[in-house]
């Protein structure tokens, strides 16, 4: 009899079963334990995580009650629940924060139980304990355990007294300026200051010297007043390029806890990720174990429930000591899935209801690895500054066993100002390190996007810098790497100038002939956009636009229906058709013989093509008329990078400014930004107040040179 060789898919397939069947031996009930049953959970957020957690949910045969707020009322989450209540206006203080309406609509709605998922409520020890007060299994660890995790003092002392290792600083009662600074300068520059009650890098700041401290300490502390309702701060040394290594935890009301492995979460912007792995790179299996103990270690000292994450930061010589304990779900949970097979959303819920652990640490095994990526709107080439706005195009690679498109939007939906511009998380799974970030370059090619700034090309830039293939990664990665991640802009090649203009053409070919057919004479040749012309071949020009500079590109219809393009001293001869697929259009091109098929996505001006080498923009100029119409009017001043909420305004009309200095702070999409002064002057008028709305492009202030008002009052 032949043998039988598995495939890996197929050993993975067998490994969640075996896995499901020891849980299954261990007499775990559905969603079913000391704690009670879970038959509906209300998910206490909003966009990827919400959905996330409602397929697992649906899976299960639970039922899913969604919370919506003004903004997200027509948002995939809400669509994709079983029941949706709206909670108020999009401010997330009025709407998703707000105890008193989550817990209203779960009571109303008959929950069981709430998932908090990440960010908004999931770590706030108040409503943990206000859903056990109300007879509502709150899906996460005790609210003690979020307590003594969430104040990072508390934390260290606890953590210290397990055996975990830690880093020394400050983290006393006395909050002077003068206090902290002087801890500081105890510790030694450069500091790192962070709230105490800080997550998601808000409230952190790196001071590098005594002449930033300062500063540096008062922005902690707006962000984290912003933020956490806490200001309370500490201070600790910062480790040069380190790594941020984390370990996932799981715990059960039964004594038993586990660690899933780690992930590594390096690379970030902003102290915030963008791309995470697991397992993390170069660890060797002795360090792994010693990751993984101490983790556990640090989940039973608190008596953790649940899903947490313990973060660890590690040198060069792969020492790591304790940062916190995140007391929740991550956002890059998925990598740890991928690579141990798992649903760490239904083991939450199991956990919740009282259920043991679905497996013990021997029978937990991790094969391959995983990469996530961030697709975020944002503009990496203008310091990473978030975005807002429509997604007028969205597609992405096809999802299978190995790929997972983690997200809470759609095509046409927008991206809201008011919370995290966080677009979608890419997920991949291969059999090593090497063949997973093949396909995640693979994957991030087929995630096209149009409608807004996004960081799609630069993940493919730092997926593809030599050191990160060889797994050389610290947070500094990215200001160290910066001239490799941002190289001057390229102007698009000359094919590519052509397949934009041939997609033009076939574009105007293709209304043309839509427009004969519904005439009363189809056939007429004054209705053809084929440019025959007797006796000779119709020439014309079409202006576009790369980046700053205008082309002009000569093309000459030939009687084939190929056509010629003149781009400077360079000719082209190019053909094509257009082919819709799946409700996206495909340019069928060849250019001097070399056929490719780039997707085609035009949107009012501009035409954008998506191909393996990634994109590019071409557009077509605006008359000057339209282009003045469309100007903002900011002459001589400071504009609103994005929409947000003025948090300070710093300065007052007569007021002189040098290049640089600090004139508002501005709050959007979850983070503190600080309008400075584009050139020195006086200013002249201030346009809005604390608290105001700005919309993008808005003129803040406007500036002039001084001594100009006084030489116009003299004339």
């Not at 995939?76 to 309406?101: C, F, R, T």
């Not at 020439?539 to 219809?557: C, F, M, N, P, W």
């Not at 002057?681 to 008002?709: T, Y």
Request: aromatic share 6%; charged share 25%; net charge negative.
């Amino acid at each position: 009899m032949a043998a039988v060789i598995l495939s890996f898919p197929t050993l993975h397939g067998l490994r969640i079963f075996t896995q499901k069947l020891l849980w299954t031996k261990r007499g775990a009930r559905l969603i079913s334990g000391g704690r009670g049953r879970i038959e509906k959970v209300l998910i206490a957020n909003r966009g990827e995580i919400a959905c996330r957690v409602m397929r697992t949910a649906k899976k299960m045969g639970v039922r899913s009650v969604a919370v919506y707020s003004d903004a997200d009322s027509h948002s995939m989450h809400v669509a994709m629940a079983d029941e949706a209540y709206h909670i108020g206006p999009p401010a997330s203080q009025q709407s998703y924060l707000n105890m008193e309406k989550v817990l209203e609509v779960a009571k109303k709605s008959g929950s069981h139980a709430v998932h908090p998922g990440y960010g908004f409520l999931s770590e706030n020890t108040e409503f943990a304990e206000a859903c056990k007060q109300n007879g509502i299994i709150f899906i996460g660890p005790p609210s003690s355990a979020i307590r003594d995790m969430g104040i990072k003092s508390t934390s260290k002392h606890i953590m210290s007294a397990a055996g975990v290792p830690i880093i020394g600083g400050y983290h006393g009662d006395d909050q002077s300026n003068e206090r902290l600074r002087a801890e500081a300068e105890k510790i030694g520059y450069p500091v790192m200051i962070k709230a105490v009650r800080g997550g998601g890098g808000k409230g952190m700041r790196i001071a590098r010297s005594d002449s930033d401290f300062l500063e540096q300490l008062e922005s902690a502390r707006r962000e984290a007043r912003k933020s956490f309702n806490d200001d309370v701060m500490l201070i600790e040394k910062f480790v040069e390029d380190p790594r941020h290594v984390e370990v996932q935890v799981f715990g059960d009301t039964h004594g038993n806890a586990v660690y899933l492995f780690e992930r590594d979460c390096s690379v970030q912007r902003r102290h915030q990720k963008i791309i995470e792995e697991a397992p993390g790179p170069g660890i060797n299996a002795e360090v792994r174990r010693k990751l993984g103990e101490a983790a556990v270690r640090a989940a039973k000292a608190v008596n953790y429930v649940g899903a947490g994450t313990v973060e660890f930061i590690m040198d060069a010589q792969h020492n790591f000591y304790f940062m916190e304990m995140n007391t929740r779900l991550q956002v890059e949970h998925p990598v740890s899935e991928m690579i141990t097979g798992t649903d760490l959303v239904e083991w939450q819920l199991r956990v919740a209801a009282g259920e043991r652990l679905p497996l013990l640490q021997n029978d937990i095994m991790l094969r391959g690895h995983s990469f996530e990526a961030r697709i975020y709107a944002e503009d990496p080439n203008n310091d990473f500054l978030p975005g807002a706005g429509p997604l007028l195009h969205l597609s992405t690679p096809a999802p299978d066993e190995h790929t997972r498109i983690e997200t809470g939007v759609r095509e046409g939906d927008e991206v809201s100002a008011h919370y995290d511009p966080m677009i979608a998380k890419l997920v991949v799974w291969g059999e090593d390190r090497r063949a997973a970030l093949q396909k995640l370059r693979y994957s991030l090619r087929q995630y096209n996007i149009v409608g807004l700034s996004t960081n799609i090309e630069f993940l493919l830039s730092l997926s593809a810098h030599p050191d990160f293939e060889a797994g050389n990664v610290s947070t500094s990665f990215i200001p160290q790497h910066y001239a490799d991640l941002f190289p001057p802009p390229k102007a698009p090649s000359g094919a590519t100038v052509c397949q934009a203009a041939l997609g033009l053409l076939l574009r105007e070919k293709k209304g043309a002939e839509d427009s004969a057919g519904a005439s009363a004479d189809p056939s007429s040749p004054f209705g053809s956009s084929r440019g025959w012309r007797l006796n000779t071949r119709l020439h014309r020009s079409l202006a576009l636009q790369l980046g700053d500079e205008k082309v002009i590109v000569v093309i000459t219809y030939n009687q084939d229906g190929s056509y010629a393009m003149q781009l400077g001293e360079e000719l082209f001869h190019v053909t094509g058709e257009l082919e819709t697929e799946g409700g996206a259009s495909f340019l069928h091109s060849s250019v001097n013989g070399v056929k490719s098929r780039p997707k085609l996505v035009i949107v009012d001006n501009v035409v954008h093509l998506f191909s393996a080498e990634g994109g590019a923009d071409v557009s077509v100029p605006l008359p000057k008329y339209l282009a003045a119409a469309s100007g903002s009017g900011a002459q001589g001043g400071a504009v609103a990078p994005m929409t947000g909420t003025i948090e300070k305004v710093l300065v007052k009309a007569g007021d002189k400014v040098n290049v640089g200095d600090p004139l508002m702070v501005m709050i959007a999409m979850k983070m503190e930004h600080i309008i400075r002064a584009p050139k020195a002057g006086v200013i002249a008028k201030v346009f809005f107040n604390e608290g105001a709305q700005a919309n993008r492009h808005a003129p803040l202030v406007e500036l002039e040179e001084e001594g100009g008002v006084d030489q116009e009052g003299a004339q």
